[in-house]
Each structure stands twice: as structure tokens, then as C-alpha cells.
């Protein structure tokens, strides 16, 4: 049976991710998170429930090395943007463990919100797109525009400027990007790519309803523009594996990018029940077997709720993390 370790089990993205591979049946799930109060945890047996460091503790990777090295892990999934990188960086360090995660290069091409602007270039529609400072001065801009970090999740440090003045008080800072307002909806397109690049899967959905970040309602929605907007991006930054592109219509009612999430959304129950199970697909990738040409979906809503599991007060892990990543 393949051994697979899941790490960011308290976020949904983990949580998907897990029971997504549960329901295989020929798997052995290893659940690990920073919080012993991680939901995921406790999805899998007590015996494969793991405690590890903070994403961007020094430590961590050298943690994950060590733990999939004594469990004998043969696939590693990582759902939280703040470990990715450092794991893509020393993936050779995990011996017989396969990271199910996009390249080094991938990753650093789409947490970096100007790299990925750049990356992408004319092979999809992207919006202006500078550094806040001289070049973002220089711009002939149509106000409002968007001022947002280079890097980080969710819309932390994001704001609205409604005028050059507003653009100006900001000075010269490079780890903020000014970008051309996107006024239209907005859409997930659920995203993967083979080991040749080639995308087999574009399921895009809605975001109808969205708490802290993560949408809790919505439904997949066909749309030849949405997948082929999508699927350009994908091939532009090299995908190899799962990623979530969100595009939002300009003014010009055109689909263009907004940002790329290289790693699984907490949103992939969607996904998995329009008939993509991208985690599934995933764990096919990393052991090498033969992937499907295409995976097609079916149109369907969701909602999204609460649901608890209990367990005996004993079976809490007991950790020294005060609080999740911000991707968790």
C-alpha cells in the first residue's frame, strides 16, 4: 500500500486532500500539521497523526526529511503556500519520498505576483502590472487602481487607490505591485497539468460566497474562455501538477489573470465532485503511472458547513505552535 503524509491538515485544503485519498482505499494516509488541534489529524488513524514545525521555521524541512524518512513515506503533500518552496528547494533531499508539488521554478514564478505578471506576459490577458515607484509613477494609469504585496495569501494588504496622489504617497517601495483594476467577476480555474506540461483538466467555478479568504459556496461553470485562459497561464509557468488560476473580466469583458495558487484550493471538494479528483490524479503523477489525456466535469453547486469530529481528549497531539501559517 502507498504511504502518503499530508501536511497543512488543519486548513481545507488539507482536509480535501486527505479524504480525497482515504476514499481510494490504497492508501495509507499520514495526516501532519503544527496544531494538534488540526482537524485533519484526526480523519486518520492515531498511529498516523504527525506534529510538525511552522512552514517557515528553519527547521522544517529538515523535520519533514527526517519524518518521511522514518514512516517510510512514498508520496508528500504539502498544502500550504509558506512550506512549498522550501521543499521544492531540497526535493532531492527526500530520497524515495516524491513531492507532489510543482517545480522550484513554478513556484517561484507564481508566489511572486510580479514574476508571475512577467512570466505570463502575451501568452494570456494580464493587467497592468507595475513596481510601486518610479515605474508605476510613470504609468498613464485609469483610476482607481490596485495596490496589493508582491507576495502573500488571500487579500492581506491589498487596497483600492483612487488617484495619483494615493499613488504617490506611497514613495518607492518594490515589495508592492500597482495594477490595473479588474472590475469584472471573478472565477477559480482548478488546474492540472501532466508530466509533459500538457493540461488534462481546467474546471473553472465561481466564488459565490467567501469567508476569510475561502470560498464556502459556488459551482463549476463551463466556459471555452475561462479553461483556455487557464490553460495558457498553466503552460506559461511550466505546470507540472495542481494549481488554482484566478482570472477576473477586465473592461473590456475580457478574462484576464489575477493571481495563481500553486498548490491544491480549499475549495477542491467542488472540484472533486464535478468529477476531477485532482489529489487522486496527483498521487497517479508521483508514482508515474498513466494519467488520463483528458478529464472532463460536470456543472454543480456547492455550500459548504461545519462539521466536527470527535474524539477521546487523549488522542489531542500536543504541539508548542501558538497559531497556523497564514495559508493554513
Known sequence: MVRVLVTGSGGPAG???????????????FAADMDGWASGLYLVQPDRRRIVPRGLDAIFVDAVIALCAADEIDVLFSTVDSELPSLAARRIELG???????????????????????RVGTSAPVPVTRLVGESSASEDWAFPIIVKPRRGAGSRGVRLVHDRAGLDALGSDDSLIAQELLPGDE?????????SGTVIAAVPRTRTRVDSGVSIAGRTVRSAELEATATAVATAIGLVGVANVQLRYNVHGVAALLEVNPRFPGAMPLTIAAGVDMPSLALDLALGLELPSRVDFAEIANVRYLEDVFVDPSEILHSDNAA?????
Not at 513531492?99 to 521554478?105: E, F, G, I, K, R
Not at 472565477?187 to 508530466?195: N, Q, R
Open 96 to 118: 524515495r519520498t516524491a513531492l507532489a508539488a510543482p517545480s522550484l521554478d513554478t513556484l517561484e514564478a507564481t508566489l511572486d505576483k510580479f514574476a508571475l505578471a512577467e
Open 15 to 29: 482536509v480535501a486532500v486527505i479524504r480525497s485519498l482515504l476514499r481510494r482505499g490504497d492508501v495509507d494516509v
Open 187 to 195: 472565477f477559480s480555474v482548478d488546474v492540472f497539468a501532466d508530466a
Open 324 to 328: 497556523h501559517d497564514d495559508a493554513e
